[in-house]
């Protein structure tokens, strides 16, 4: 089975501090993605990589900045947390057809 | 820009009812992907059902169905015999065909209940 691997189900955080979010994923897929999960919104693309080193901002990039140094890492960074941070976060890869394949979520707060 | 909407935030339906969930979508392209995901309470998203825009014919896979209307840009979910495991968040998808071109747009989800 593919398996998405999120490193933190639940994090609180204190506004300014540095926060990674990281997941991995099993099945060697080149592309990998960073959604943020709200009440209303859905989801929306952060950031998303579609080979080591390379990526390309989504929909809402700001506040955020990846890393993909390895194939199956993918690593979200929030260098200064802000409390309209706190939200759920989702890691995604996906196969050559086009199915998503989703971590569990990291649900993260920020005071 | 593609967009995804979901009008309907939260539905309810009586256990072993058909329920209807609602998509609409907005794209200029003809060849396209448009999927539901389910979301279950604290747990992993999962792909539900897959549609290709050039099949006329309407995806099913077991109670789960669509109804893909391309001229009006609709794409509805219907869930036949509603179970108690049904009860979750559903999101519809829509990602462009075109190759190098991964990225799915999201609609805002659907919380589905489930009343036994």
């Known amino acids: 089975d593919v398996k998405v691997t999120q490193s933190s189900r639940y994090l609180v955080k204190r506004t300014g501090e540095k926060v990674f979010l990281e997941c991995v994923q099993d099945?060697?897929?080149?592309?990998m993605f960073w959604y943020r999960q709200d009440p209303g919104l859905g989801l929306r693309l952060i950031y998303f990589?579609?080979?080591?080193?390379?990526?390309e901002k989504g929909d809402i990039p700001e506040g955020y900045s990846v890393s993909r140094e390895k194939k199956e890492r993918f690593s979200l960074i929030l260098e200064s947390a802000s409390t309209n941070q706190t939200s759920m976060y989702l890691c995604?890869?996906?196969?050559?057809?086009?199915?998503?394949?989703f971590g569990e979520g990291s649900r993260l707060t920020v005071l | 820009a593609q967009t995804v909407t979901q009008s309907q935030p939260e539905m309810s339906v009586q256990e072993a009812e058909t329920v209807t969930l609602s998509c609409t979508y907005d794209?200029?392209?003809?060849?396209?992907?448009l999927f539901w995901y389910k979301q279950p309470p604290s747990r992993q998203m999962i792909l539900v059902i897959r549609?290709?825009?050039?099949?006329?014919q309407n995806a099913t896979e077991n109670r789960f169905s669509v109804n893909f209307q391309k001229a009006a840009k609709s794409f509805s979910l219907k869930i036949s015999d509603s179970q108690l495991g049904d009860a979750a968040m559903y999101f519809c998808?829509?990602?462009?065909?075109?190759?190098?071109?991964?990225?799915?747009?999201f609609g805002q989800g659907t919380r589905l209940t489930i009343n036994p």
């Open positions: 995604a890869s996906i196969t050559s057809n086009g199915e998503l394949f």
């Open positions: 099945m060697d897929h080149e592309n």
């Open positions: 990589s579609y080979d080591v080193k390379m990526k």
């Open positions: 794209t200029s392209e003809s060849d396209y992907y």
């Open positions: 549609q290709e825009a050039y099949k006329q």
């Open positions: 998808a829509y990602r462009r065909r075109s190759q190098g071109a991964q990225k799915l747009v």
